[in-house]
């Protein structure tokens, strides 16, 4: 027979010790209480109640927010330091000086012979004269892009469907998928790009998704859209996004734009790999989207899909599979010999997925493609103005009209290149990553950062500073990216490096960067390669923002 607790407990004498005793509290408190406040007038103690509880949500919200309170007090704090005459004017001092290094030393520098326009020609010009002023122009350009001496920038191989994409850009240079009764072929050619990607990312059903203009619109859209979702759907008015350090910074656009707070995660300092026991922490009540890297950008490694779906169903939240770098290679990659665990929609948790097509899709720049599991997830994409005088007015991304030819040429481009053919690519690329990391694992002093499984490589040197190498490399006509938080070099390899001798001309230029940099470990960097360095070691994130600005400014520079 069953035995209700309630009176048992009620008779225990311990128990009611307790509730003596806490009644006894009680009316202390409220007595000390009564008489503190007997000396004001009613209206005193409702004001004094109303300010200790602004007081008490405005201290609580200050403690608990999804970033750090050591990261806000160390801004805080750099804040107070950059105001102070003394400090102030020393960081002052340093940063212009670093400005008028940059405004003397880039691309807004014209050589001789170059000047700039900043009217309108009072007589159009004809049109030799306008194709020998556009010649002159392309004589400021110094890298050598053509022939592979840049990281990424252009993916394609020379012989890549050029005369066939210029010619279907210019059929379709004046469309607009806006006015879709006008250009129901363009409307046709999106329809069936989204669901050409859908298949390569293994959709099991009807996919949903849009063409962008980028992988950073493709992004903006799925955080914005993730959002969304979480706010009508769960209820969440203070959204967060969980992503590893090594995301796009895209991201962090996404965040600002949004007014989505970003968590960033640490990723392993041996890897490069976000731990997903990380990521499990860091979500809370308020996380409406965590993300992976599928690869991500500085060091060509893969995230665990797997565990991130894992913690996506358990949390009920949605799970972005950054694929804008790599979406056109992953897919292929097992047909190619080079199999990797599962990262799209055959995991239960992946929401959205983005991939751009004007990387290794190799269609024109001004191309992406972003994915979603359902249309209720899409919906939330999509705008809407439905009481607008100028009748109903909705579309699936950021603009308004879009270029049609973007879209025909990416739908060109696939349907030219076929399954087989970018197996064929993917298993060119790939095999000549596979041989560039192998020879760099040969050059003494050398250390390829993590175990890139793409099309990505990043090395870095334990033994002399490689922003050093960075200096020689690109006093040899090589454009590549520098890295931070640890320091290294970078190169996306595409079609163009597969051309006969360029990895070899690269590797061999690596090679003797090292061995003069090993005789001389301790030289100081100098040029483009000390700015990075000296931005990396700088604490406060705000001044190298500011520098990052004075980039942009110089860049609409006309002199």
């Not at 027979?1 to 408190?29: G, I, Q, W």
């Not at 298993?427 to 175990?451: P, S």
Request: proline letters at 5%.
């Amino acid at each position: 027979m069953a035995v209700d607790p309630l009176p048992v407990l009620s008779e225990n004498p311990y128990f009611k010790t307790l509730c003596r005793v806490l009644d006894e509290h009680f009316n202390l408190f409220k007595k000390t209480v009564n008489d503190e406040f007997r000396q004001y007038e009613i209206w005193q103690v409702m004001l004094i109640t109303v300010a200790m509880t602004l007081m008490s949500e405005a201290i609580l919200n200050f403690l608990i927010q999804d970033e750090p309170l050591l990261r806000r007090l160390k801004k805080g704090f750099f804040r107070i330091a950059r105001k102070s005459p003394i400090v102030g004017g020393i960081i002052r001092e340093k940063v212009e000086k670093t400005k008028r290094e940059m405004a003397s030393d880039g691309p807004w520098v014209l050589p001789e012979g170059h000047s700039y326009r900043k009217t309108l020609p009072e007589v159009g010009f004809k049109d030799p004269e306008l194709w020998k002023e556009i010649d002159h122009y392309g004589s400021l350009n110094d890298v050598n892009w053509q022939k592979g001496r840049c990281s990424g920038t252009i993916y394609c191989a020379e012989n890549d469907n050029n005369e066939l994409l210029s010619e279907v850009y210019k059929r379709y240079c004046w469309t607009n998928p806006l006015h879709v009764e006008c250009f129901k072929d363009v409307r046709k050619m999106e329809a069936e790009i989204v669901a050409m990607c859908g298949k390569l990312f293994h959709h099991p059903d009807r996919v949903y998704g849009s063409v962008t203009s980028g992988g950073t619109e493709s992004i903006l859209m799925s955080m914005k859209t993730h959002r969304d979702w979480g706010r009508e759907v769960k209820g969440i008015s203070k959204p967060n996004i969980v992503v590893p350090k090594t995301a796009h910074p895209a991201f962090d656009k996404a965040a600002a734009y949004f007014k989505i707070h970003i968590i960033h995660i640490e990723v392993d300092p041996v890897t490069y790999a976000v731990n997903p026991a990380d990521v499990a922490r860091a979500v809370n009540s308020n996380t409406v989207c965590i993300v992976g890297s599928a690869p991500q950008y500085p060091h060509g490694i893969m995230d665990d899909f797997v565990a991130l779906s894992e913690i996506a169903v358990r949390h009920d939240i949605g799970l972005h599979v950054d694929s804008c770098l790599g979406g056109f290679l992953i897919p292929f990659m097992e047909d190619a010999g080079f199999p990797l665990p599962l990262f799209d929609f055959r995991l239960p948790g992946v929401t959205a997925v983005s991939i751009d097509t004007h990387k290794y899709g190799y269609t024109y720049k001004g191309s992406s493609v972003v994915l979603y599991r359902s249309f209720e997830m899409f919906g939330h994409q999509i705008t809407s103005t439905s009481d607008w005088a100028g009748g109903v007015y909705a579309s699936p991304s950021v603009a308004g009209s879009r270029p049609g030819a973007n879209i025909a040429v990416t739908w060109a481009s696939m349907m030219s290149f076929g399954h087989k053919g970018y197996v064929a690519a993917t298993k060119e690329v790939i095999n000549g990553a596979r041989y560039f990391i192998q020879g760099l694992l040969k050059i003494e002093g050398i250390k390829v950062m993590g175990k890139p499984e793409v099309s990505c490589v990043a090395w870095t040197s334990d033994e002399f500073n490689i922003y050093n190498m960075s200096s020689d490399l690109s006093g040899k006509g090589w454009n590549l990216a520098v890295l931070q938080f640890p320091a290294g070099i970078h190169i996306a390899l595409t079609r163009r490096h597969m051309s006969p001798g360029v990895i070899d001309e690269l590797l061999s230029d690596i090679r003797e960067s090292a061995v003069k940099q090993l005789a001389a470990p301790k030289s100081k960097p100098s040029g483009a390669a000390a700015m990075y360095g000296m931005a990396a070691q700088i604490p406060d994130r705000s001044i190298v923002d500011d520098i990052a600005k004075e980039f942009w400014k110089l860049y609409y520079s006309t002199g």
